[in-house]
């Protein structure tokens, strides 16, 4: 059969797909791009803000229309599945599966194509492990370590639909990264709602310093990432790991939320503004060069002026490479949607939202004409949108330049010589395999940057 594939959401939705990609290309189906085409539609959603719901039914209907020509089994999963289950059935979907099921899937593909409606939910993950066939699709690969998430912030769904947290064991972990390796992966990175709270349930030591000190030592993985990092749960030892590796990300992305005390209690962060701004510092202590990026939501409810004037003065105190910003929205089944009016107005959200944007923009400026002139080592990644390649540094700083397809997965060194508040630009001087040596084309570059 002919499959086509939808995800939305976070990085996790997008290595759920690629790992049900792959169980269903080994059953024998096709992974299709074309949606007019598919046999099958299955869609990976998320429920964490209204607009990705929306985006979801956006599609559906897209997807319905097309039923209307051809046959075809429409399969929705994920976090939107968990929230809305039978409803989906009586939308006209034909299968409705949860996130801790992905494993699944070749069977309820079958169940489907015999013309069962049916929905198909677990309370404990069914876990992915390094034998479970998966996409791969460049150099750098995502690995799921810890599933669930205990923290139960006040505005946030996914405890509720992706189950409370639940450690893949560390020895399984390691298969996976050195088969990912040995399959030409270079780059790989550690993915958890909570990524920090790995191993606590095990209780056998396993914890997220222990597997990337694990990690860079394994020959042939060039570069290791994290995410998402909770606050209070970074430890030092984590702090220590990641310093002592160059193979190890610079970049801690921790997510704030709000810079006000109050707030922060409201959304249930189990940390103080202070013993945030701690944590930095600590951080940037003992981590050369660190860069520190953050997740910021305007507008939660009760968000007074000068709340949020807090959350303005703790992004200017910090300088953030970079914030995520997002809008509150009530999601229901959350314990903010239960207790807490939605009282601040669209409008005032809104504008909450580009004056923080405006003062973020600012502070990526002022950091980025930090690099004006340097040589940036990268990994190159694709070509974007206006038709550069790109790539990222250790500190996640993305730089474009003028390259070719041949280079992606190799380390180069780009002089940068043009920013933005956004990407950087620059012009290749040294590119991994090229026959000019490093010191050469570094010394080139210099004396052409002198002349
Ligand atoms: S830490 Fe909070 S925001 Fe993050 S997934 Fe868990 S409950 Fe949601």
Redesign the pocket.
């Known amino acids: 059969m002919r499959i086509y594939v939808k995800t939305y959401g976070c990085q996790m939705n997008e290595n759920d797909s690629l790992y049900m990609m792959g169980i269903l290309r080994e059953c024998g189906h096709e992974i299709v791009d074309d949606l007019e085409t598919a046999d099958i539609a299955l869609v990976n959603t998320c429920a964490v803000r209204k607009k990705a719901e929306e985006k979801f039914y956006g599609k559906l209907g897209e997807i319905q229309h097309i039923r209307k020509k051809k046959k075809m089994i429409i399969g929705v999963g994920g976090c939107l599945a968990e929230k809305e289950r039978e409803r989906l059935l009586s939308k006209g979907v034909d299968f409705v599966f949860g996130t801790r099921s992905y494993s699944r899937i070749g069977e309820l593909v079958e169940r489907a194509l015999k013309g069962e409606k049916f929905t198909y939910f677990e309370d404990h993950i069914d876990e992915i492990t390094s034998q479970t066939p998966r996409i791969i699709s460049s150099h750098h690969a995502w690995v799921t370590i810890i599933y669930g ?5 006040s ?5 509720y639909t ?1 189950g409370r947290e639940k450690s893949r064991p560390m020895d399984d972990v390691l298969r996976e990264v050195e088969s990912l390796v040995e399959r030409g992966v270079r780059e790989i990175t550690f993915l958890g ?2 990524v920090d709270a790995y191993g606590k349930d095990l209780g056998d030591g396993t914890s997220l310093a222990r597997l990337l000190d694990i990690s860079k030592d394994i020959e042939g993985l060039d570069r290791i990432w994290f995410l ?1 990092s ?1 606050p209070s749960d970074v430890t030092d030892e984590l702090i220590d790991v990641v310093a002592s590796s160059e193979k190890i990300s610079k970049n801690f992305h921790l ?1 704030v ?1 709000a810079g006000s005390d109050r707030i922060l209690e409201r959304m ?2 189990r940390y103080t503004r202070e013993e945030y701004l701690n944590l930095i510092d600590k951080i940037r202590s003992k981590v050369k060069d660190v860069s520190i990026s953050t997740d910021i939501i305007v507008g939660f409810p009760g968000e007074s002026e000068e709340d949020f004037k807090e959350t303005i003065r703790l992004v200017e105190e910090v300088k953030f490479e970079r914030v995520n910003l997002a809008i509150y929205s009530p999601r229901e089944g959350t314990l903010a949607y239960k207790n807490y009016e939605d009282d601040v107005s669209h409008e005032e959200k809104v504008r909450r939202f580009q004056e923080l944007l405006e003062i973020q923009k600012s502070i990526n400026r002022r950091i980025n004409e930090s690099y004006r002139g340097k040589v940036v080592r990268i990994i190159v990644e694709a070509r974007s949108k206006s038709s550069l390649m790109y790539g990222r540094d250790i500190r996640n700083k993305i730089i474009a330049f003028e390259g070719n397809e041949n280079m992606v997965g190799k380390f180069a060194d780009v002089k940068v010589n043009k920013i933005t508040a956004g990407p950087l630009y620059g012009r290749l001087v040294w590119l991994e395999g090229s026959e000019d040596d490093e010191d050469k084309a570094l010394r080139r570059s210099n004396s052409q940057a002198e002349g």
């Open positions: 998430c205990d923290r139960f912030c505005y946030c769904i996914v405890p992706r709602q909570n998402t909770y997510p939320q249930r962060r």
